[in-house]
């Protein structure tokens, strides 16, 4: 099984930035519209931003100005900026393809904003 690898989590205060990083197989990478999603230890997951092939992209309104979404095809790698963080940004971060396939779903990465 395929499983996508996120990383550039952190603990950082308000205000501050992260850039989350993930790695995809080039056959998925190709092919699919990447997205990021989140999930905080109360709530549901919600797709936070997605990224077509051709780079089109669409974000929440919450992040909409904060966060950038990106892909690098020379290193199959997708990425999520995010700036000007805040508390309610704090959540496990995962990719996946966009509508998600369950068995893309890594461990995530941990962002917590905490002053």
């Known amino acids: 099984q395929v499983r996508l690898v996120e990383s550039g989590g952190g603990l950082v205060h308000p205000g501050e930035s992260l850039r989350l990083s993930c790695e995809v197989p080039?056959?998925?990478?190709?092919?699919?519209?990447m997205a990021w999603y989140r999930q905080p230890s109360v709530g549901q997951r919600e797709l936070v931003a997605d990224?077509?092939?051709?780079?089109?992209?669409d974000y929440v309104e919450s992040v909409k100005g904060r966060f950038t979404i990106s892909r690098d095809v020379t290193k199959n790698t997708v990425y999520l900026q995010m700036s000007n963080l805040r508390p309610d940004d704090t959540a496990v971060y995962y990719c996946?393809?966009?509508?998600?396939?369950?068995?893309?779903w890594g461990q995530g990465t941990q962002v917590t904003v905490s002053s």
């Open positions: 996946n393809v966009l509508p998600a396939l369950g068995h893309y």
């Open positions: 080039e056959n998925v990478f190709n092919i699919y519209h």
């Open positions: 990224i077509s092939t051709t780079g089109v992209t």
